[in-house]
């Protein structure tokens, strides 16, 4: 069975920093991983998508790269914002499934 | 621009009451699904559908009921509801539930089984 661990669980950075979260997974037999942004109360919103023979995926401040073989993801928010402060999940699509295996979130607090 | 709806936003159960979470949008996307989340657990695939007529369980589906009569709409049914069913309710929907589209979610309903 898939497990996606995402570390830290929390982060508080200030305003400007650089920063990497980072996403693990047990199976590497997967067809993509995402990472969201959910806000509180809010539903999740998808920020990048990495296909399995990609190696990184690129949308403004943001960089997501995907090692397969070792089962490991990171996303790299580039000069950090207040704006940024949410909990950030990753998840991954089985090869062969249509269920996305999340993990549990990161919370990151950008301090102005 | 409404992409995905979901209502109602907030709802209070007894326990044994039946209700429906509903979920709908306005893509023209052939592949929805329902998760719930719950703290410390993450999000978990309830059941999901690649389209009209068609519906597969996901990883927790017992207590709970879907059908797909047209490619908007894709209702939960909680049958007999359970104060473990206490949960964030999160519709999703992308193009096809194959290749490599992003899913888009709705807010989600918060539940509570009283």
């Known amino acids: 069975k898939q497990e996606v661990t995402q570390i830290p669980a929390a982060l508080s950075v200030p305003e400007g920093e650089n920063l990497v979260l980072n996403c693990s997974f047990t199976?590497?037999?997967?067809?993509?991983l995402q990472w969201f942004r959910q806000d509180p109360g809010k539903g999740l919103t998808s920020l990048l998508l990495?296909?399995?023979?990609?190696r990184e995926q690129t949308s403004g401040r943001l960089n997501a790269s995907l090692d397969k073989s070792s089962g490991r993801s990171t996303l790299y928010i580039a000069a950090s914002q207040p704006g940024d402060s949410a909990t950030y999940l990753c998840?991954?699509?089985?090869?062969?499934?249509?269920?996305?295996?999340f993990g549990k979130g990161t919370k990151l607090s950008v301090i102005p | 621009n409404a992409g995905v709806t979901q209502t109602p936003k907030f709802q209070v159960l007894k326990t044994g009451q039946s209700m429906t979470l509903q979920c709908a949008q306005d893509?023209?996307?052939?592949?929805m699904s329902w998760y719930r989340q719950d703290p410390g657990m993450g999000l978990r695939l309830i059941h999901y559908?690649?389209?009209?007529?068609?519906?597969d369980q996901g990883e927790v589906p017992n207590g709970y009921n879907v059908s797909r009569s047209t490619t908007e709409d894709f209702p939960l049914r909680l049958l007999s509801a359970a104060p473990s069913q206490t949960s964030v309710y999160f519709c999703?929907?992308?193009?096809?539930?194959?290749?490599?589209?992003?899913?888009?979610f709705g807010d989600g309903t918060r539940l509570s089984i009283l």
């Open positions: 999703a929907s992308s193009l096809t539930g194959e290749g490599n589209q992003p899913q888009h």
């Open positions: 199976d590497s037999a997967i067809y993509n």
């Open positions: 990495i296909q399995s023979s990609q």
């Open positions: 998840a991954v699509r089985g090869a062969g499934s249509y269920q996305l295996t």
């Open positions: 893509m023209n996307h052939e592949y």
């Open positions: 559908s690649v389209g009209a007529g068609i519906t």
